[in-house]
C-alpha cells in the first residue's frame, strides 16, 4: 500500500506558525507607526483657533457661575442674620423661609424689638391711621445715595433708631398737635433720604399700609404673639395709641 503523505503544496505546522507570528508583527507595527504620526502631525487650524480663543475666554460671572453650580440649597437660620439685624433682613428672612410654623417661630424671636412691632402695627392694624398724602412726591428720590445697598449700618439713620419719627405721622400721635401736614411731610422726606434703600422702601410701603414681603401675614404675625387686631368694636374710630404704650 503507498504511504500517504502531506498534499503537495500544502504547509506544515512550524511553517504556518512563522507566517501567523510575522502577521502579528507587522499589524503591531502598523499600529505603532498610526499613533506615531499621530502625535507627530502638526495642529490644524481648528485646533489653533481654539488655542488663541481660549486665551481671551473671560472668567464667569457671578449670575453665570450661580446657574452652573445649580441653586443654593442651604437654609439660613436666624443665626445667620447680624448682630443687630434691621427689620428689612429679618423679615427677608422670614419670606425666604419654607414653611407657616418656620416663619412664626423666627418672628417670635423678636417679639420684643420695638421697631419690630411698631412696623408691622403699621402695616396691619387698622388702629394705626397715617395723616401723610398717599405715594411720594413726583421726582422724590428715597435712599442715602452714598450709602451701598445692604449697608444699613453706613447708613445717616437706621429704622431702628428713626421708627418712634412715626408718632409724629399718625393719628392719635404727636401729629394732632404739633406742627402743619407740610412739616410732618417735610420730616418724613428727610427720613427716606437718610435711610439705606430697602429700609426707606420698607417705611413707605407701611406707611400706605402695605406690607411688601408678601408671604408675611397679619394671621402669622398674629400668630407669632404680634398684637394687630382690635378688641373691640369701639376701636374702629380710634387711633393708633403713642409710641411709649406700643
Known amino acids: 500500500m503507498a504511504k500517504r503523505g502531506r498534499p503537495k503544496g500544502s504547509l506544515n ?3 504556518l506558525e512563522k507566517i501567523v507570528q510575522e502577521k502579528e508583527q507587522e499589524v503591531a507595527l502598523e499600529k505603532a507607526d498610526a499613533v506615531l504620526t499621530k502625535q507627530a502631525s502638526p495642529p490644524s487650524a481648528v485646533d489653533d483657533a481654539a488655542d488663541v480663543m481660549s486665551k481671551y475666554e473671560k472668567p464667569l460671572g ?3 457661575k450661580k446657574v452652573l453650580d445649580g441653586p443654593d440649597t442651604k437654609v439660613r437660620t436666624v443665626k ?13 428672612l422670614v419670606e425666604e423661609t419654607k414653611g407657616k410654623q418656620s416663619k412664626i417661630d423666627i418672628l417670635k424671636q423678636f417679639t420684643s424689638r420695638n421697631d419690630v412691632k411698631y412696623a408691622l402695627k403699621a402695616a396691619f392694624d387698622d388702629r394705626v391711621q397715617f395723616t401723610l398724602p398717599e405715594g411720594l ?3 422724590t428720590q428715597i435712599g442715602d445715595p452714598d450709602t451701598p445697598e445692604g449697608a444699613m449700618d453706613i447708613a445717616p439713620e437706621r429704622f431702628i433708631r428713626v421708627f418712634k419719627r412715626m408718632q409724629y405721622w399718625v393719628k392719635g400721635g404727636l401729629a394732632n398737635s404739633t406742627s402743619k401736614v407740610a412739616k410732618q411731610e417735610e420730616i418724613f422726606l428727610n427720613t427716606l433720604r437718610s435711610l439705606e434703600k430697602s429700609e426707606a422702601e420698607f417705611l413707605l410701603a407701611i406707611k400706605d399700609k402695605t406690607m411688601p414681603f408678601k408671604s408675611i401675614t397679619k394671621e402669622i404675625c398674629e400668630d407669632a404673639g404680634f398684637d394687630l387686631t382690635p378688641k373691640s ?14
Open 80 to 92: 445667620d442674620l447680624p448682630r443687630n439685624p434691621s427689620i428689612v433682613e429679618i423679615l427677608g
Open 137 to 139: 412726591p413726583e421726582g
Open 233 to 246: 368694636v369701639s376701636y374702629t374710630h380710634l387711633t393708633l395709641p403713642t409710641i411709649s404704650s406700643v
Open 62 to 64: 457671578k449670575t453665570q
Open 13 to 15: 505546522k512550524k511553517t
